[in-house]
């Protein structure tokens, strides 16, 4: 079964799913076609407010909204939502638990648009805001479902959203649910937990991983905040090895500090070791070249299990570039049996 | 021009009077306070409270209850100092408070107007307490939390692009302080509200020239402030914040766009020995017991005026 390759799903998911939602309106900060809500404003133009290029004033009006009964989607780059306006996100937005989604576009290192552009300690910042919900996308079908599971939390909540082309790595059929990772291997060596875009470079390392004899239990989680989902701490205590977590984030206050918090909390004595940006900012260039200048591609991800599991494993880039990657749906949730 | 019989003056200058009169009494208790706010400011809340606003009346005076938490998840019952403001409706006024540094003055004007129990200021600033001193939406009068200012403007703005796409009539007020047009979020908010037509939006702006640092002018400079907000496509009124016809007319005022009235005035006025302070006026700190009682004395004068009329 090779895999479904899907164009722009958010454009027409987004309009049909806010048909029979009339208290659902759309914020735009001058990226309206960008962040892929120009039919959406052409079809529901009482609905769409255009706030010019404006983004502390933005949240704020977006709040006042909220606080009517309205349910604002503001669209626009993640980076002029949590870093442009963070004092107007935390005061005005999420100190009041007011119903504002946040869709962020360009999570991470996804655009050449360079260092202004990119996202990268997003979650870590809003992971560490009271009441905020953190949402990440990792394919079509979650960019499809996402818009429930948010309309579903009663205070503001933030995606990191994917745009354009993408995979369908995930069926129609299992949808994102709140806090609930989805399990994409059984294997008893090594743990990863993988979110966002590294999710298929995980599922690329794991098929090298496991022919060559390394288990491997792969989470996919799509909720950063909250934590609690009890699959990730049976998937924690349960591996052999260690752990690897790979994020398109600093490895700072994202996906790998919070698995490390969860890995304190419960007093384990698991090996972590962290894929991501390190300490650093990204420059412009294309995505496949950021993945591997700066260690967030499958190769990576190898890499960082070899350091789990002590010894060289033997693959290398070329097998990686042709290994397939093929849709998955959920194996078994230790969690759900417990 | 005034009509100094007129039943609604002479209530909204009683109000006014017992504003400064309660700050002032109240910095004097705590050694310090906010006072320059309540001088500047008197008139303008006075008038907002006994004239401008439609709201709806308060059973009783109400009695602060104690703080049971932030809002969140965890704390359903939450509920923001609207409450001191009447039970809303179609047609009646929204006030949205922005500088939460007035607090106390707006305190002291709920007191005067039957809206907070006068006990309730002996709650400001205690611990426990939602009277707090830089006011949050828990605290009467306020429901959009603004001490970090310049955010309530944005907020008022979506309130009444809402309430317009609903249908309601009232409008939605927005008092502001001078310094707050520093920030850019304000002019952010002046375009986008004229761009988006928010005809039911009023903001009144106590302009009395003082800021943290001490005068507007030295710190960051808001001159032509109103050549400047015309410019920004809304209609603008310029004042004596102590006038209370002046006032009267500017705010009652339609004129088909987002409306501001500016009320230039004085941070002394009632209190003329609080001069000696200037510019730093933000907040009255007692140096010795001499100072203190030399307040105390301009006090009691004021008071004593009070009694007489």
Redesign the interface.
């Known amino acids: 079964m090779t895999l479904e390759t899907v164009v722009r799903p958010h454009v027409e998911n987004f309009i049909a799913w806010a048909k029979d939602k009339p208290e659902v309106v759309v914020v735009t900060a001058d990226l309206t076609n960008s962040s892929e809500v120009g039919k959406w404003r052409d079809t529901y133009p009482d609905r769409y407010?255009?706030?010019?290029m404006?983004e502390?004033?933005?949240?704020?009006?977006?709040?006042?909204?909220?606080?009517?009964?309205?349910t604002?989607y503001i669209h626009t780059f993640a980076v002029f939502i949590y870093r442009r306006a963070y004092?107007?996100l935390a005061?005005?937005v999420a100190?009041?638990?007011l119903r504002v989604r946040m869709i962020g576009f360009l999570p991470g290192i996804l655009t050449p648009g360079g260092v202004t552009h990119q996202a990268i300690e997003d979650v870590a910042i809003l992971r560490a805001t009271?009441?905020m919900t953190v949402l990440e996308t990792g394919d079509a079908t979650e960019v499809e479902s996402v818009l429930d599971v948010a309309q579903a939390v009663?205070?503001p909540v933030y995606v990191r959203m994917l745009r354009g082309v993408m995979p369908r790595l995930f069926p129609r059929s299992e949808p994102m649910r709140l806090d609930t990772a989805r399990v994409l291997s059984t294997g008893e060596d090594v743990t990863l937990v993988t979110a966002g875009v590294e999710t298929e470079e995980g599922l690329r390392a794991v098929r090298a991983l496991q022919a060559r004899g390394v288990g491997v239990r792969h989470l996919h989680v799509s909720t950063h905040k909250p934590f609690d989902d009890p699959e990730v701490l049976a998937s924690i205590a349960g591996a052999s090895r260690g752990i690897v977590t790979a994020e398109n984030h600093l490895v700072t206050g994202g996906l790998g500090s919070a698995v490390a918090e969860r890995i304190a909390d419960a007093g384990l004595g698991q090996r972590l070791v962290r894929v991501g940006l390190r300490d650093t900012y990204a420059h412009g260039a294309s995505r496949a070249h950021l993945m591997r200048e700066y260690g967030l591609d499958a190769l990576a991800i190898v890499q960082a299990v070899e350091r789990v599991v002590g010894e060289p494993l033997g693959i290398d880039a070329e097998e990686l570039a042709h290994t397939e990657v093929v849709p998955v749906g959920a194996a078994a949730r230790n969690a759900d049996s417990l | 021009m005034s009509d100094p019989s007129a039943a609604w003056q002479d209530r909204t200058r009683a109000v006014a009077a017992g504003i400064r009169r309660r700050v002032f009494e109240h910095v004097l208790r705590h050694g310090e306070g906010y006072l320059s706010q309540a001088c500047s400011a008197a008139e303008l809340l006075a008038m907002l409270y006994t004239r401008t606003l439609r709201l709806a009346p308060v059973d009783a005076p109400i009695v602060p209850p104690p703080f049971t938490g932030?809002?969140?998840?965890a704390n359903p019952d939450y509920r923001t100092g609207a409450v001191y403001h009447g039970a809303p409706g179609p047609g009646l006024d929204r006030f949205i408070f922005s500088p939460a540094q007035y607090a106390l003055a707006l305190y002291a004007a709920l007191i005067e107007v039957g809206r907070l129990d006068p006990a309730g200021l002996d709650d400001f600033n205690r611990d426990g307490s939602t009277v707090e001193m830089i006011g949050a939406?828990h605290s009467p009068g306020i429901e959009?939390?603004?001490?970090?200012l310049a955010?309530?403007?944005?907020?008022?703005?979506?309130?009444?692009?809402?309430?317009r796409?609903?249908g309601d009539t009232g409008r939605v007020w927005v008092m502001m302080s001078d310094g707050e047009f520093e920030e850019?979020?304000t002019w952010?908010?002046l375009?986008?509200a004229a761009?988006?037509a928010i005809d039911n939006l009023r903001v009144i702006v106590d302009v009395n020239g003082q800021q943290c640092d001490g005068l507007v002018s030295a710190v960051g400079n808001l001159e032509h402030l109103g050549d400047r907000v015309r410019a920004f496509g809304w209609s603008c009124d310029e004042v004596d914040g102590h006038d209370l016809d002046a006032l009267d007319a500017a705010a009652a005022r339609e004129t088909g766009r987002p409306h501001m009235v500016l009320a230039f005035t004085d941070p002394t006025r009632g209190v003329p020995l609080l001069a000696e302070k200037a510019p730093l006026l933000h907040t009255l700190r007692f140096k010795s017991p001499d100072e203190k009682a030399r307040y105390q004395a301009a006090y009691d004068a004021l008071a004593r005026e009070a009694v007489t009329a």
Request: net charge negative.
């Open positions: 407010f255009s706030v010019g404006a502390q004033n933005m949240l704020g009006f977006a709040a006042g909204l909220a606080r009517e009964g309205y604002p004092d107007q005061m005005s100190y009041p638990n009271p009441n009663d205070g | 932030v809002p969140g998840p939406e959009t939390t603004t001490g970090s955010q309530a403007l944005s907020q008022a703005a979506g309130i009444a692009v809402a309430r796409r609903r850019g979020q952010e908010a375009a986008n761009f988006h």
